[in-house]
């Protein structure tokens, strides 16, 4: 077993074990494809001036072997849990060299 299978093999590991089950759906071909789904909340602040403004986003990590390339406006619905709902994928998905994908997401009023 070589180096990317190992440490595509600790991914797959750190997935099931912390992961979430949910469905990606390619919008625009209109397809859903079972996932494994990392949350990962990234703050941010904005300035104007003298006042600062701290936001949270949520950041939902995937596997490029499960999605291949993550758009713009496809979305990620989460059957269970504190995560329940559907989100909507945001611009600038970012892939590590892991091969997982950080896709910024923003939750769809339900």
Do not use: H
Not at 10 to 31: M, R
Not at 45 to 73: A, C, H, L, M, T
Request: with cysteine; glycine share 10%.
């Amino acid at each position: 077993m070589g180096f990317s299978e190992r440490r595509r093999f600790l991914v797959d590991a750190g997935f099931e074990e912390f992961g979430e089950p949910a469905e990606y759906i390619d919008v625009t071909a209109g397809t859903k494809l079972p996932v494994v789904i990392r949350r990962r909340d990234r703050d941010e602040e904005d300035r104007f001036g003298n006042v600062s403004i701290k936001s949270r986003s949520i950041i939902f990590r995937v596997r490029s072997w499960q999605v291949r390339q993550p758009q713009p406006g496809d979305l990620i619905g989460v059957s269970g849990g504190d995560l329940a709902g559907l989100y909507e994928v945001r611009p600038d998905p970012m892939l590590d060299a892991k091969g997982v994908w950080d896709c910024p997401v923003e939750r769809r009023a339900q």
